[in-house]
């Protein structure tokens, strides 16, 4: 088993920056590939980024693309997403998910029912 908890949510005007952090535990060695989804209210699950563990290919959505970061320290078990020049409609549940693999590659991972795991979800909001 592997287990997340994400941090780093909260609120912030249109243009500002947070980052996000999940911090994974458990079974860290099995994992493959992590990935950010969101959902707003309303609105189903959406990709966000997606990283391999091992050689830290990413893969972006591309309403995030040039403004979103995704990173990984393999040493803490942590993977990270800087999201600069917020919009409002960023605004979601944040959520971290990883997956045991294997996959073709990093592009395989935006679709959320390969993951194995899911943390809580993290609330951004963004306002205008």
């Known amino acids: 088993q592997v287990q997340l908890v994400e941090s780093g949510g909260g609120l912030v005007q249109a243009g500002g920056s947070l980052r996000l952090s999940c911090a994974a535990s458990?079974?860290?060695?099995?994992?493959?590939?992590m990935g950010w989804f969101r959902q707003a209210p309303g609105k189903e699950r959406e990709f966000v980024a997606a990283?391999?563990?091992?050689?830290?290919?990413?893969y972006y959505a591309d309403s995030v693309k040039g403004r979103f970061t995704i990173s990984r320290d393999n040493a803490k078990n942590t993977v990270y997403l800087q999201m600069n020049s917020l919009k409002p409609e960023d605004t979601a549940i944040y959520y971290c998910?990883?997956?045991?693999?294997?996959?073709?590659?990093?592009?395989?991972?935006?679709?959320?029912?390969?993951?194995?795991?899911w943390g809580q979800g993290t609330q951004v909001t963004v306002s205008s």
């Open positions: 458990g079974r860290t060695f099995s994992i493959d590939a």
């Open positions: 990283i391999s563990w091992s050689g830290g290919s990413t």
């Open positions: 998910a990883a997956d045991e693999g294997p996959g073709p590659n990093v592009n395989y991972y935006s679709d959320y029912e390969v993951y194995d795991y």
